[in-house]
């Protein structure tokens, strides 16, 4: 007991935060440490996407990896312990044994035995680490039991019950085969995951994987309807891979489907979930409404091409969206009303006398939206490197959720696809956003003659609650007017 009181008190845990504001759970993307190796106070040991951004946590103590609780590509709820290390090396830890579960009689019975380790830190949640879904752990420090024992166990529980009876052939009500069948189906917990999102019962999934567990193939299987006039399937499942390997699988990367199938399914989770979350949301709590206008930004590409040349912002991206990202400020300056925000609870109105600008970007996991802090005190150059900084950080996915939080007014860049314009959808929380089109170069009207000009399409929509058609094209006709004369920038500033 004084042994296991120390390897117990030697461990410790590391348990998923809440990286964003007020989430509940996040998907662990990728383990950058195994059992066994040396982690340091600060150290970056995961990647996690939330339903806001992919984030790296970093290990708050020094030690050896014990024993990492969860695999790649499982969905884990705040507070859960993902990870424990042994703070105090030296002697090694001695693994607790698998645990066998007896047959599924009694449901109590089900219930692993009871270690004699530490007890179990309180949880404000009052919830038990879960034994990669076979069932729940007794105490935080114990080792959860390997898939393949688990499964051994439950198949000799299930003999032993058949023998009881008077069944050793396995055959009949008391059989082997029938014990493990009413037993809960074998998965890991991202196929239990995926089985939940594709909405198939996994009592009815045919197993594949090594020791009677399901695998994603065979749920895939399950949810692929089958052509009436195949009799067999195209290709054998591929066995399981180890807990260690499965990791996300992006929508591009889902295994080929039976031919003749008509339909694939896509789990919606992570930031995707979110955006379709929100979406709804603003699209049916706001009034939405769209102004578009169409301007000649000639003399905006003549700048922009100037302001590449330019010593001081050597270094530094420059483009179009520079240009109207600042026009936006101006305009907003000029039309403080539009940067505010609708209080349904107080039913108030909030101005805000900060510009959080918002770059909608695209990334691999889907539109994020992260701003620029205090937008409006920024000078060109400022605005600029916060610019080139956020797009850089949005396609590597390192976008903290912190970034995205209390934005005020977002930009759409739809040009840079080759669309004219469209009509975006406020970002929650906010009273305006701005689409670019493509900027083409187009016959125009200009000084009494028909000559090639760069030409671009705006499209402004806005919350009508708040913003009036007179507020909302003030605004739209003050960045149009900027990009045409751009030397307003100096004028109105």
């Given at each position: 007991?004084?042994?296991?009181?120390?390897?117990?008190?030697?461990?410790?845990?590391?348990?998923?935060?809440?990286?964003?504001?007020?989430?509940?759970?996040?998907?662990?993307?990728?383990?950058?440490?195994?059992?066994?190796?040396?982690?340091?106070?600060?150290?970056?040991?995961?990647?996690?996407?939330?339903?806001?951004?992919?984030?790296?946590?970093?290990?708050?103590?020094?030690?050896?990896?014990?024993?990492l609780r969860f695999p790649e590509g499982t969905t884990v709820d705040v507070g859960e312990v993902i990870i424990a290390v042994d703070v105090a090396p030296g002697a090694p830890v001695p693994a607790a044994e698998p645990v066998a579960e007896p047959a599924p009689e009694p449901v109590a019975a089900q219930e692993p035995a009871a270690a004699p380790t530490a007890p179990a830190p309180a949880s404000g949640s009052g919830r038990k680490p879960v034994l990669v879904g076979y069932g729940v752990a007794e105490t935080s420090t114990k080792r959860r039991a390997r898939k393949g024992d688990a499964a051994a166990a439950r198949t000799a529980a299930a003999t032993a019950s058949a023998a009881v009876q008077g069944e050793p052939n396995g055959h009949g009500p008391g059989s082997v085969a029938t014990a493990v069948r009413e037993n809960r189906p074998l998965a890991k917990p991202p196929v239990r995951k995926l089985a939940k999102d594709l909405g198939i019962d996994l009592a009815t999934v045919v197993p594949t994987g090594a020791g009677g567990i399901i695998t994603r193939e065979d749920v895939h299987a399950a949810a692929t309807p089958v052509p009436?006039?195949?009799?067999?399937?195209?290709?054998?499942?591929?066995?399981?891979?180890?807990?260690?390997?499965?990791?996300?699988?992006?929508?591009?990367?889902?295994?080929?489907?039976?031919?003749?199938?008509?339909?694939?399914?896509?789990?919606?989770?992570?930031?995707?979930?979110?955006?379709?979350?929100?979406?709804?949301?603003?699209?049916?709590?706001?009034?939405?409404?769209?102004?578009?206008?169409?301007?000649?930004?000639?003399?905006?590409?003549?700048?922009?091409?100037?302001?590449?040349?330019?010593?001081?912002?050597?270094?530094v991206r420059v483009n179009p969206l520079l240009i109207i990202a600042k026009a936006l400020l101006v305009a907003i300056r000029r039309n403080p009303d539009i940067n505010a925000a609708w209080d349904e609870a107080n039913q108030e109105i909030v101005r805000k006398h900060y510009v959080n600008l918002g770059i909608a970007a695209a990334t691999p996991r889907g539109l994020i939206v992260p701003n620029i802090k205090d937008a409006h005190d920024k000078t060109l150059p400022e605005l600029a490197g916060a610019l080139s900084e956020?797009?850089?950080?949005?396609?590597?996915?390192?976008?903290?959720?912190?970034?995205?939080?209390?934005?005020?007014?977002?930009?759409?860049?739809?040009?840079?696809?080759?669309?004219?314009?469209?009509?975006?959808?406020?970002?929650?929380?906010?009273?305006?956003?701005?689409?670019?089109?493509?900027?083409?170069?187009?016959?125009?009207?200009?000084?009494?003659?028909?000559?090639?000009?760069?030409?671009?399409?705006?499209?402004?929509?806005?919350?009508?609650?708040?913003?009036?058609?007179?507020l909302g094209s003030k605004v739209l006709a003050d960045v149009a007017a900027i990009l045409e004369q751009p030397k307003r920038l100096i004028t109105w500033a």
């Open positions: 007991m004084t042994t296991d009181t120390s390897d117990a008190a030697r461990v410790r845990e590391f348990k998923m935060p809440d990286v964003g504001e007020g989430l509940t759970e996040a998907e662990i993307l990728k383990w950058y440490v195994q059992p066994g190796d040396t982690v340091t106070d600060g150290q970056v040991v995961c990647e996690v996407e939330t339903a806001k951004a992919a984030v790296e946590l970093p290990i708050p103590f020094d030690g050896v990896v014990h024993e009436a006039q195949a009799q067999a399937p195209v290709s054998a499942p591929t066995p399981a891979e180890p807990a260690e390997a499965q990791a996300p699988v992006p929508a591009e990367e889902l295994p080929a489907v039976a031919s003749g199938a008509r339909e694939t399914r896509i789990p919606v989770k992570g930031v995707r979930k979110a955006i379709a979350q929100a979406m709804v949301g603003s699209a049916f709590t706001a009034p939405h409404v769209t102004e578009f206008v169409t301007v000649d930004v000639t003399r905006t590409m003549k700048l922009v091409a100037e302001l590449k040349e330019d010593k001081d912002l050597a270094g956020l797009v850089s950080t949005a396609r590597e996915g390192k976008t903290s959720p912190a970034a995205m939080a209390g934005g005020t007014v977002t930009i759409t860049n739809v040009g840079v696809f080759g669309v004219d314009t469209g009509t975006p959808i406020l970002n929650p929380g906010e009273s305006a956003i701005l689409a670019v089109g493509a900027i083409k170069l187009q016959p125009w009207v200009h000084k009494g003659k028909v000559k090639p000009r760069q030409v671009t399409t705006l499209a402004l929509s806005f919350d009508h609650r708040l913003v009036d058609g007179e």
